[in-house]
């Protein structure tokens, strides 16, 4: 089932952290989409304040893309699809969305990977602002775009300021796999001015590279984030690409950086762009025992920030136990909210922390800078995070009934 939670920063009544219990009267709300499993993986707010979630739903034969939008109050909105809710299937079996995106004309657009019959591709989506699929988009207001030779798996998607449409994540090519990217027109085209194919890929480290989070700078650079092999464990890795595909060798000086946090497995998830340029990767760390909070925070040119804790690097045990980060976003302060999942001894909560820019843990957020929240009666898996205007903080992801 979807699970949506909205956390207060600014209330009258309430301190930072405190659940907002004026989004569905306890802060939270659960919403069944399919007729099996419902999985929440991308959140956006519109510009109107509702809330977009998007995610894949099973039927009784596979999955499909879902969509729920919901009001400021958490209640559905009746004026988007069926009810509030919509599914979409694209390919030949089972369609999972991991991302959304908003274009500033109102539309949505959700990015996965479908089945094309063998294995899997890149797909898209598009809705007019009711939920309707956009038949401007490739004539069906779909895309099933294979980009590697084998199993290609998206996890990201974000805007250009012109409109195009970058989808980033990883694709298997003989015994490796590989960061992967695609840049569509806005009329669902491939965009062959991107790379000269509209695809690229890029191995990082040893055996396989996962890109798993995305984000467009001002300039127009992308940077591909995500988890990569270095031939003993995994490390936090990024590359950066110029607008026309190639990477950008200022970066690094080889596009792409593969990032030790700590002494184990290090798995990023996320990434943010600063205002200044400095790019913030997050994920989960081992710490010899089980796994926290962590984040990296680099300098545009790739090297660590050593203003950011000391060393560039924060480890955040969250709870006593695994502690994982999904999704993180940047408040207009500078402050950093990360968000996840966190075992509370028998199962997960959704859980959270805020950052000052200097990596701090910000105590004014929950008296300690962290938030652990039970959402449904098993285990709660946070996947993605969005800010209100208003500073609120929007948590989706699926739990279990």
């Known amino acids: 089932?979807?699970?949506?939670?909205?956390?207060?920063?600014?209330?009258?009544?309430?301190?930072?952290?405190?659940?907002?219990?004026?989004?569905?009267?306890?802060?939270?709300?659960?919403?069944?989409?399919?007729?099996?499993?419902?999985?929440?993986?991308?959140v956006?707010?519109?510009?109107?304040g509702k809330?977009?979630?998007?995610?894949?739903?099973?039927?009784?034969?596979?999955?499909?893309?879902?969509?729920?939008?919901?009001?400021?109050?958490?209640?559905?909105?009746?004026?988007?699809g069926t009810a509030g809710k919509v599914t979409t299937a694209i390919g030949s079996g089972g369609d999972s969305a991991f991302a959304v995106a908003l274009q500033p004309d109102g539309k949505i657009i959700a990015a996965g990977?479908?089945?094309?019959?063998?294995?899997?591709d890149f797909c898209l989506a598009r809705y007019l602002n009711n939920g309707t699929i956009d038949v401007s988009f490739n004539g069906t207001?779909?895309?099933?775009?294979?980009?590697?030779?084998?199993?290609?798996?998206?996890?990201?998607?974000?805007?250009?300021?012109?409109?195009k449409i970058v989808v980033a994540g990883f694709c298997a090519s003989g015994v490796r796999t590989d960061f992967c990217l695609a840049r569509f027109q806005r009329d669902g085209t491939l965009d062959t001015s991107f790379n000269g194919t509209g695809r690229t890929t890029t191995a990082i480290g040893s055996n396989f590279s996962f890109a798993l989070a995305l984000a467009v700078q001002p300039d127009g650079k992308i940077i591909a984030a995500g988890t990569c092999n270095n031939g003993s464990n995994n490390d936090f890795c990024a590359a950066r690409y110029l607008s026309n595909g190639a990477l950008d060798l200022s970066f690094n000086n080889t596009g792409w950086l593969l990032s030790p946090i700590g002494n184990g497995h290090d798995d990023a998830s996320a990434v943010a762009v600063a205002p200044d340029g400095k790019i913030?990767?997050?994920?989960?760390?081992?710490?010899?025992?089980?796994?926290?909070?962590?984040?990296?925070?680099?300098l545009s040119n790739g090297a660590f920030d050593i203003s950011f804790n000391g060393t560039g690097r924060v480890f955040t045990p969250i709870d006593s136990s695994n502690d994982y980060v999904m999704s993180i976003a940047m408040q207009p302060d500078g402050k950093i909210i990360?968000?996840?999942?966190?075992?509370n001894g028998t199962d997960n909560d959704f859980c959270l922390a805020r950052y000052l820019s200097h990596g701090a843990i910000d105590t004014s957020f929950n008296g300690t800078g962290k938030v652990l929240t039970a959402i449904g009666s098993g285990a709660d898996v946070a996947r993605a995070l969005a800010l209100q205007p208003d500073g609120k903080i929007v948590v989706s992801g699926y739990c279990s009934n």
């Open 141 to 163: 207001g779909t895309v099933l775009t294979a980009i590697g030779g084998g199993t290609d798996t998206a996890r990201a998607v974000a805007l250009q300021p012109d409109g």
């Open 113 to 120: 990977n479908c089945s094309n019959g063998n294995n899997d």
């Open 1 to 42: 089932m979807l699970g949506l939670t909205v956390i207060s920063t600014t209330p009258s009544f309430a301190t930072p952290g405190d659940l907002d219990t004026s989004f569905g009267g306890t802060g939270k709300v659960i919403t069944a989409i399919g007729s099996g499993d419902d999985t929440a993986r991308a």
């Open 44 to 48: 956006a707010i519109q510009p109107d």
């Open 51 to 80: 809330i977009i979630v998007v995610g894949y739903c099973s039927n009784a034969n596979n999955a499909d893309f879902c969509l729920a939008r919901y009001l400021g109050t958490g209640a559905l909105d009746t004026s988007f």
């Open 280 to 298: 913030v990767l997050a994920g989960s760390c081992s710490n010899g025992l089980n796994n926290d909070f962590c984040l990296g925070r680099y």
């Open 338 to 343: 990360a968000a996840g999942f966190c075992s």
